[in-house]
């Protein structure tokens, strides 16, 4: 079987080993004649799969008793909103730092809802190539930030400190590095980054902030405490999805070693590409600053322009790389190394790199 190296943004790559985990069970789950995407839901075999997913977050993050995990769907872009609607009190405001695209998504949810708000940080001016220094109030309601920006190619080095509940979208960089979570209030993510399939979003809760809903205006559905009241399954659950991330927190817990053994493994195949583009000459130039540089999203340019731009991307598809296009808010080319990723993939990508720049620059 030939398998190209998948460096997307999203959904990504699974490791191979998990994949043919799932293929094994696929008709045939643990011998019980079935599917897991056949069964109920409300069947003891499934809840014993959703509350392993469950325990796995917790022990990989270190969330204790206070914090319930749920699993939902809408993916983060529902949680623009989500957020807000479950975490804002009738006489407070929230504070956001826009670091790029889902940020401004966030704050246009805020806007739309009409919820008293405040960008306290930004760095805009300088399109997005950094994370700016913040420092939320310590009585609002809540303080939002997302940990990594795909697009951009920047990422928090740590999570800012705060009194008030901090929130955290980590969708693109979710299970890949422990975090300090002593001010977190509300920690979430799509997990088709480095969880699995696309459609479950991880949703880690202090359990205090579950009573903040207005009942009079916020829909059952889209309240914290419906969901964590009836253990993610108010509605049918992504039951596959679930499943899979099961087996992915596996693999991170057993096969790699947890968070910190995979965080080593981030920055060693990271710090591959982003040598080679440092010694490029000036063939290749990276966007983010030195000091803002994401583990998870390279994203850089060719000094030469768009034409030559296109024609690495096609060339390395040609040579089983997919998924190097940038976004179009941005251009360019985007290397996304989410845990699947080994250091023998970076290192393919930076040898053809290297021959296109000989043969091209």
């Known amino acids: 079987m030939s398998r190209v190296i998948n460096f997307s943004a999203g959904p990504s790559t699974i490791p191979l080993s998990v994949l043919e985990h799932a293929k094994a069970e696929f008709t045939d789950y643990k011998g019980h004649g079935y599917s897991i995407i056949e069964i109920s839901h409300r069947t003891k075999i499934f809840e014993e799969v959703l509350h392993s997913a469950m325990a796995r977050v917790k022990r990989l993050y270190g969330f204790g008793e206070n914090f319930k ?101 980590s969708s693109s960089d979710l299970f890949s590095r422990p975090v300090d979570i002593s001010s977190v209030g509300l920690f979430y993510g799509g997990i088709q980054k480095n969880g699995g399939p696309a459609g479950v979003t991880m949703v880690a809760i202090r359990e205090d902030l579950l009573d903040r809903a207005d009942d009079t205006s916020t829909p059952m559905i889209l309240r914290y405490k419906t969901q964590a009241n009836a253990d993610s399954m108010y509605n049918t659950p992504n039951t596959f999805g679930i499943y899979m991330l099961d087996l992915m927190l596996e693999w991170i817990e057993n096969e790699i070693g947890g968070l910190a053994k995979m965080a080593e493994r981030n920055e060693q195949k990271t710090a591959i590409l982003y040598e080679a583009i440092d010694a490029s000459g000036g063939f290749y130039t990276g966007h983010a600053r030195a000091d803002s540089r994401s583990l998870m999203n390279i994203s850089f340019n060719i000094a030469s322009g768009a034409e030559v731009e296109a024609k690495f991307i096609d060339e390395a598809s040609k040579a089983g790389m997919i998924g190097l296009k940038g976004h179009r808010v941005l251009g360019g080319i985007r290397a996304s190394l989410y845990n699947a990723i080994t250091a023998q993939n970076v290192k393919t990508l930076v040898e053809f790199m290297n021959e296109f720049a000989r043969k091209n620059g």
């Open 69 to 169: 995990i749920l699993f939902l769907q809408g993916g983060g872009s529902l949680q623009f909103a989500q957020v807000p609607m479950n975490l804002m009190t009738k006489t407070g405001y929230a504070e956001y730092a826009n670091t790029g695209n889902w940020t401004n998504k966030a704050i246009k949810e805020a806007e739309i809802l009409g919820i008293n708000h405040r960008v306290i940080a930004s760095s805009k001016e300088s399109k997005f190539d950094h994370i700016p220094e913040v420092k939320f109030s310590d009585d609002a309601d809540y303080g939002y930030i997302c940990s990594n920006n795909t697009i951009y190619g920047t990422q928090y080095k740590t999570l800012p400190k705060c009194k008030c509940p901090l929130v955290v979208d």
